[in-house]
Antibody, heavy 120, light 110 residues
Framework: QVQLVESGGGVVQPGRSLRLSCAVSGFTFSSFGMHWVRQAPGKGLEWVAV????????SYADSVKGRLTISRDNSKDTLFLQMNSLRAEDTAVYYC?????????????WGQGTLVTVSS | QSALTQPASVSGSPGQSITISCTGT?????????VFWYQQHPGKVPKVIIYEASKRPSGVSNRFSGSTSGNTASLTISGLEAEDEADYYCSSYAGSSLLVFGGGTKLTVL
C-alpha cells in the first residue's frame, strides 16, 4: 500500500535552517508529482510546493518562495524540503503528499506529517 | 495565489443532506476540472473524498458527491452520519503548476 513517511521536524530558532525528508513506498515514485502542504496549529491547509515526477518543474507558494526548496531523489524514493531563513509563521505540521498525476493536479495520498516549530 | 472561498461552518441533522461550496475564479475552479475535496477528522491526516471535481475514490461512500458550476465547486453529503463530522477542504489547480486550497469548512452533525 502507498506509504509516505516524513522526518526531520523539530524545534528551530528563527533564521535557522531545517531539512525535511519523506520516504515513500508502495508505488512507482518516479511516476508522480509530489507536494509539501503545511497546516499551522488550529488552521487550515496551505499548499507549499510541488515538484514534477522527473524533477524538471518546481513551483512554490508566494509565502515561501526564495526560502524553501523542494527536491527529490528518484533513485532513493525520497522527497525533500530544504527550509532556510525560517520564521515564526513557518510553524506548522508539514505533510508530504502525492499528486494524482505526474505533475500538479491534486493530492491523493498524504503522509502523517512532521511538526516544525520555529521559536527562540 | 488567493485561497478558494469556503463557508467557515455548516451543520445538519443525521439523515439530512448538506452542500459545501468552494468558490474560485475563472483561472482555477472555472477553468480546470481539477477540484479535489478532502476530509480531515480532528488530529488526523486529510483524506481525499472527491477528485477531478466529481470522481469518487474506491472505498469512499457514495453519499459523497461533487459538482462544479462556473467558478464554484460543490461537495454534497447525503444521509448525514455522525462520523461525517469533520473539516472539509477543497483544492484546485490554478495553472503554472500552482495548487490552491480553500480555507476549510467545519461540518457539525447536530
Amino acid at each position: 500500500q502507498v506509504q509516505l513517511v516524513e522526518s526531520g521536524g523539530g524545534v528551530v530558532q528563527p533564521g535557522r535552517s531545517l531539512r525535511l525528508s519523506c520516504a515513500v513506498s508502495g508505488f512507482t515514485f518516479s511516476s508522480f508529482g509530489m507536494h509539501w502542504v503545511r497546516q499551522a496549529p488550529g488552521k487550515g491547509l496551505e499548499w507549499v510546493a510541488v515538484i514534477w515526477n522527473d524533477g524538471s518543474i518546481k513551483s512554490y507558494a508566494d509565502s515561501v518562495k526564495g526560502r524553501l526548496t523542494i527536491s527529490r531523489d528518484n533513485s532513493k524514493d525520497t522527497l525533500f524540503l530544504q527550509m532556510n531563513s525560517l520564521r515564526a509563521e513557518d510553524t506548522a505540521v508539514y505533510y508530504c503528499a502525492r499528486d494524482h498525476n505526474l505533475a500538479a493536479s491534486g493530492i491523493d495520498y498524504w503522509g502523517q506529517g512532521t511538526l516544525v516549530t520555529v521559536s527562540s | 495565489q488567493s485561497a478558494l472561498t469556503q463557508p467557515a461552518s455548516v451543520s445538519g441533522s443525521p439523515g439530512q443532506s448538506i452542500t459545501i461550496s468552494c468558490t474560485g475564479t475563472s483561472s482555477d475552479v472555472g477553468y480546470y476540472n481539477l477540484v479535489f475535496w478532502y476530509q480531515q477528522h480532528p488530529g488526523k491526516v486529510p483524506k481525499v473524498i472527491i477528485y477531478e471535481a466529481s470522481k469518487r475514490p474506491s472505498g469512499v461512500s457514495n453519499r459523497f458527491s461533487g459538482s462544479t458550476s462556473g467558478n464554484t465547486a460543490s461537495l454534497t453529503i447525503s444521509g448525514l452520519e455522525a462520523e461525517d463530522e469533520a473539516d472539509y477542504y477543497c483544492s484546485s489547480y490554478a495553472g503554472s503548476s500552482l495548487l490552491v486550497f480553500g480555507g476549510g469548512t467545519k461540518l457539525t452533525v447536530l
